[in-house]
């Protein structure tokens, strides 16, 4: 069984909307920092937004604030993340991620990672 898989992605015009969620196999990730990290082409991966476990403490890059929010949902072991007003350098495969450490620090330690969705956006 995959431990991450996501889905949601596709093909989206600019100023749209988009929800991603990520499917965890396993109660162990009730007990884990969730989060999304995206990769575009020719660009290094970046991070996204994460949510803690025991406070659903959130933490998001600067550039995503206002604009993208991340949530779970500890009955279904589910992490999604609500993403609006999109432009066309959001354009990345997008990538679940789950680790011990807290949403800040989350980048520095991943334990597991989805095989990533695709979300492309048009002008």
């Known amino acids: 069984q995959r431990p991450l898989v996501e889905s949601g992605g596709g093909l989206v015009q600019a100023g749209g909307s988009l929800t991603l969620s990520c499917a965890a196999s396993?109660?162990?990730?009730?007990?884990?920092?969730m989060g999304w990290f995206r990769q575009a082409p020719g660009k290094e991966r970046e991070f996204v937004a994460a949510?803690?476990?025991?406070?659903?403490?959130?933490y998001y890059a600067d550039s995503m604030k206002g604009r993208f929010t991340i949530s779970r949902d500890y009955a279904k072991i589910t992490v999604s993340i609500a993403m609006n007003n999109l432009k066309p350098e959001d354009t990345a495969i997008y990538y679940c991620?789950?680790?011990?450490?807290?949403?800040?620090?989350?980048?520095?330690?991943?334990?597991?990672w989805g095989q990533g969705t695709q979300v492309t956006v048009s002008s």
């Open positions: 396993g109660r162990l990730f009730s007990r884990y920092t």
């Open positions: 991620a789950a680790g011990r450490r807290p949403p800040h620090l989350l980048g520095s330690e991943i334990e597991y």
């Open positions: 949510i803690g476990w025991s406070d659903n403490s959130t």
